[in-house]
Structure formats: structure tokens, C-alpha cells
């Protein structure tokens, strides 16, 4: 089966299980299985094991990292605003430098980086922050996914 066949199938089969959704764990209407799934394709060749292992630890740190700076900077003030740019800027540099100059670990630093952001572009509440399980779900089904379709 080639790349594109594969990738194909895991984005698919991940906007499959978001439309559907799965009582209170997986919302319906939900592309984040997808979206996380796509983030998660590449050609890797090693073990699956361990690369779904990186892949897990990149997006569970960088979601929850980025749901816990969100709730220090997360308000509707402009103070506020101008602390979650400054965070936002400084998390993605931090991130992406470490991606490019580690050999090891640049693949989970790349996904703290697009996960953390993301996490912390949510729209600004002055409500009291609950975090969120739904993203660590959807990471999990598109582990899944990505392992189902590579085997």
C-alpha cells in the first residue's frame, strides 16, 4: 500500500469516528480525530511501538501545557491579550528551536509546538477555566487510527 493510499485512509477513517462520535467521550460533528491524525502522518519506518509512544508525549504535553497557560493568560483584557502573544511567541520559538536542533527528540517538540498553540488560541473567557479531556481523547483515537492503518 503506498503513503498516500494509507494517509488517505487514516483521514478518512478519522472524520468517520468524529461524525459519528461515541457517547460523552467523542463528541459527533468532531474533526479534531482527523485534524490530529493528519499532524500525526508521516513516513517513519521504525517501530511503531516507540513512534506512537513520541507521538502521544508530544500531544498530551503540548495540549496540557497549553490548557495550563491558557489558564493564566486566557482572559478578555488587553493585558491579556498582549501576555498570551508574548506566551504564544516565546512557547512556538522555544518549540520549534528545539525541534530543529534536536536530533532525538524534534518530532515530539514539533507536536508540544503545534498542539501548545493551539491549545492556547482558544478564544479568551473570563470565566473559570475547566480543562479540557476531549483533545487528549481525540489524540488517542488518532493514535489508534494511525495504528490501525499502518498494521
Known sequence: ITYVVKFTATILIGMAIGFEGYGFVICSYNAGIAITASLLLNKYSGSFGANNMQR????????SAGQLLYAFVGYCNWPAYILTSVVIYVWAAF?????V???EHGFVMFLLCAFGVTSLMAGCSNDSFHPSMASIFNT???IVVNLFVDT
Open 95 to 99: 518549540t520549534l528551536f528545539w525541534s
Open 56 to 63: 502521544l508525549h508530544g500531544v498530551v504535553l503540548g495540549n
Open 140 to 142: 488517542v483515537m488518532a
Open 101 to 103: 536542533y534536536s536530533v
